[in-house]
């Protein structure tokens, strides 16, 4: 074992609450149980069922009220996975209560929510981090890395494409109302964008157009946008999430979370939707205690397809890596795992070595901020149909 492995081995372990016990809850949940370095000691949900298993599974402390889990004086962080809309009031007050903090994305739905939230990071002191975006995936960080060490030359352009079919999935009705975040820009393309700022760097400009064509789910369910940054990059990226074509096929049937799946013919999720009882019931089965979460991840995580063109080659993602297409040919460069699970596992980490290390992470409450501030940019491009550029 390095001196580094023995340091961390020596370091207590966080204690995380999670607050909100739904279908993102029960993902990191997940993580967190096989993370070394995390223990979870507390939960927060308004419903009794998901609390229930929780406190059963862990034996840990259960509440049904956020301001409870806060005074928690044994949680040393939270994870907020509650709905969008309270992500920002929550952060601040998990934040005015001495806990650390690690917020699934969005940080906020508008920009004085993320400067309210930023305020108070620099006013207490206490680490934040906005996450799970696949910005965190493993293979996604390697190919950062390899832009920035120059191997492959100047930066082109990153192809982000993904057809999938969130659109029809259960989901709390407010998920498709726009003045509540609703649709796909804030719930799915959020990951895209995240994904693309940590390869290209600063966006100075935006030109999109988002629409919706399904009738059944009155929201946002299309989004091709044009990112263009400083540094001369661009990024075109498209997600469409009606549930017909699936770009999985594309990625060896290998679904977003790492695990294999079925072949999607003829919109099986799109007919489980149609023929639902209702959507309380649905979102209720989703909760923690409800659906089985699948445990083996034999692949890495993915969001649709990512494509990197650079001077001297091109990059693209594998089931364990990224492959890189250069002028000797290709060749396939394996990613370590890293520990616990990857995705929502190096998002731990990152809290992690920002509470017991001291170390920054770019996934800080400015980096959120400008997650959001780019999503708006979007909305705003496609109503105005013109480019925008941004501060």
């Known amino acids: 074992m390095s001196t580094e492995s023995q340091d961390r081995a020596a370091q207590p372990a966080l204690r995380l609450g999670i607050a909100g016990l739904g279908l993102a809850g029960a993902f990191m949940i997940r993580a967190a149980a ?104 493993p293979n996604v960080r390697e190919m950062r890395r390899i832009i920035q060490s120059g191997e492959l030359g100047r930066l082109g352009m990153i192809l982000s494409f993904n057809y999938n079919d969130f659109l029809f999935r259960p989901h709390r009705a407010d998920e498709f109302d726009p003045e509540r975040g609703g649709g796909i820009a804030f719930n799915q393309l959020a990951h895209q964008i995240e994904i693309v700022r940590l390869l290209g760097g600063r966006v100075r400009a935006v030109r999109a157009s988002v629409g919706a064509l399904d009738n059944t789910r009155p929201a946002a369910g299309h989004c091709t946008a044009f990112l263009d940054f400083e540094n001369g990059a661009a990024a075109p990226v498209t997600l469409r999430a009606y549930d017909f074509f699936d770009s999985d096929e594309w990625h060896h049937w290998i679904a977003e979370g790492g695990a294999s799946k079925q072949p999607n013919r003829n919109g099986s999720t799109r007919s489980t939707f149609l023929a639902r009882t209702g959507d309380l019931a649905a979102h209720e089965d989703l909760g923690y205690g409800g659906r089985t979460l699948p445990t083996e991840q034999p692949y890495l995580p993915h969001f649709g397809l990512i494509v990197v063109t650079c001077e001297r080659g091109d990059m693209g993602l594998s089931p364990t890596g990224i492959v890189v297409h250069g002028l000797n040919g290709n060749r396939e460069v394996a990613v370590p795992r890293g520990v616990g699970r990857p995705g929502q596992g190096d998002a731990l980490d990152d809290l992690w070595q920002a509470v017991r290390e001291g170390q920054s992470s770019i996934h800080d409450a400015r980096w959120g901020r400008d997650t959001v501030e780019i999503i708006l940019a979007v909305l705003q491009s496609s109503k105005a149909r013109r480019e925008v550029l941004l501060p």
């Open 34 to 137: 096989v993370h070394p370095h995390i223990q979870l000691c507390a939960g927060m949900d308004p419903l009794p069922r998901p609390r229930e298993a929780f406190a059963r599974q862990f034996g840990a402390k259960v509440y049904a009220d956020f301001q409870e889990l806060c005074r928690d004086t044994s949680v040393e962080a939270v994870y907020i996975a509650s709905p969008h809309r309270f992500h920002a009031r929550q952060a601040i007050e998990a934040m005015e209560h001495g806990k650390h903090v690690l917020v699934e994305k969005p940080l906020a739905l508008t920009l004085e929510e993320c400067d309210a939230v930023v305020a108070a990071v620099d006013r207490t002191g206490v680490q934040l981090i906005v996450g799970h975006t696949h910005a965190f995936d």
